[in-house]
């Protein structure tokens, strides 16, 4: 192990957020050979030049991915590929002829880390979703997620999945994220899965519940089981199904519940703000701005029309004037620090302001100035779009573990075959 690598392929790297994590859990294990951030219609690529400006080795690559060709990724030869990708509508459809199989309809990404999937074969795959792929579309609920699982059963994956609230962990963000872990089927971890049922996989000894724990019961019962059809365009087309907060998928069976996290004592906006002294005047509201949010987070009920016509009531409740000092920050948003009604609000030794850009990196766990290549509106943006470093962080130790039994089977099977 000390002299081997996890070669990384990361997808819609943004500032590096996997990457980081990664280096944080063992920077001589993981190397990120190719990284990968574009930011289509955009002249400026900030969140790809604050990578490069972040980290020195790998091959940083700012172009439309679905413009590499599969070459590329199997020259890279990566053990682990991994990436928060966008949640778009992921049905899929048959070509004209059907000489060609499934493909994704046009613009959806996640086909991408299929092709880099089955051109490279890793043995693990890491992936990072808003937590409403489980239920979407609202119209179909669940298929684009079982997409998804069906998929990696198609490359001969099994699928690992929970929903993290960073906050109970013990990190500053009250971030609720969906993680996707697949494992290759054959490699000594699936192998050693055998040895567990399914409920002691999500509850006790899979990928998430070591890192991660739960309690040993689901929340009121839930917990089903399904098989996902073996056709995955009736899948794109019929299949509905309520997907838990964590589950398993293998060879196309999946088990599902609604977990229940063991909190930690958790990182509060108290434990992240910067002194005072250098908070600079423009981060506090004016009177003004103090009116406005006053306004936008207080209890409303307006008269709105539709565009056919149709007049209702638009009701929206209250919220407090300023974030608890005392608890973790809301979920940040990409128009943080603007004038909108989910933007962090603080009053400290009476005066109201917006958190600093500085304080948004640690919100996620970035190191200090991580995205100061940027202008302050961006670095909101961006940090808006980033996960927390720290869940990435307790991965990379969880597949640090697995390696070592990789390696160690490997070992054995090889002195096996010499004897």
Not at 61 to 69: G, L, P, R
Not at 142 to 165: I, K, Q, S
Not at 282 to 299: N, V
Not at 356 to 365: I, Q, S
Request: include cysteine.
């Amino acid at each position: 192990m000390q002299n081997s690598k996890i070669n990384v392929i990361e997808l819609f790297a943004g500032v590096g957020g996997f990457r980081l994590g990664l280096k944080k859990a063992n920077p001589e294990l993981f190397e990120v050979v190719w990284g990968n951030q574009w930011e289509p219609s955009r002249k400026a690529q900030d969140a790809f030049d604050c990578y490069v400006h972040n980290f020195e080795t790998g091959i940083h690559s700012n172009e439309d991915i679905t413009s590499v060709s599969n070459e590329t990724f199997i020259d890279l030869e990566p053990n682990l590929v991994v990436g928060g990708f966008p949640c778009q509508d992921y049905s899929v459809a048959r070509t004209l002829s059907g000489e060609k199989g499934l493909q994704g309809k046009k613009g959806v990404l996640f086909w991408e880390i299929k092709r880099v999937i089955e051109n490279t074969q890793p043995k693990y795959v890491l992936l990072e979703n808003v937590d409403r792929l489980l239920k979407s579309p609202s119209s179909q609920r669940g298929r684009d997620f079982a997409v998804m699982l069906a998929t990696f059963r198609d490359l001969g994956y099994t699928v690992e999945w929970r929903v993290l609230n960073a906050a109970d962990y013990g990190f500053a963000q009250r971030r609720r994220r969906v993680f996707i872990f697949a494992y290759k089927n054959g490699i000594a971890f699936e192998q050693a899965q055998n040895n567990y049922s399914k409920d002691q996989i999500i509850f006790s000894k899979g990928f998430f519940a070591k890192p991660f724990p739960v309690e040993l019961e689901p929340y009121q019962d839930r917990i089903t089981s399904v098989t996902l059809p073996t056709d995955i365009v009736s899948i794109s087309d019929d299949f509905s199904f309520g997907f838990h907060t964590g589950g398993i998928m293998k060879h196309g069976e999946v088990f599902t519940a609604h977990v229940i996290p063991v909190e930690e004592k958790p990182t509060t906006l108290r434990d992240i703000l910067i002194d005072e002294s250098e908070v600079d005047e423009k981060f506090y509201l004016s009177e003004s701005q103090i009116e406005k949010f006053a306004y936008l987070r207080g209890p409303k009920k307006i008269e709105r029309k539709s565009a056919d016509g149709h007049v209702y009531l638009f009701s929206e409740g209250g919220m407090s004037p300023t974030d608890d000092l005392d608890k973790p920050g809301r979920t940040m948003l990409t128009s943080e620090g603007s004038t909108n009604r989910s933007t962090h609000i603080v009053e400290v030794n009476g005066r109201k302001r917006f958190l600093t850009p500085l304080e948004c990196e640690r919100l996620n766990g970035f190191d200090d100035n991580w995205t100061s290549t940027m202008s302050d509106r961006m670095r909101y943006f961006c940090m808006g779009n980033a996960l927390v470093v720290g869940l990435i962080k307790r991965m990379g130790k969880r597949i640090e573990e697995i390696e070592k039994l990789n390696t160690q089977t490997d070992i054995q099977l090889e002195m096996s075959l010499k004897s």
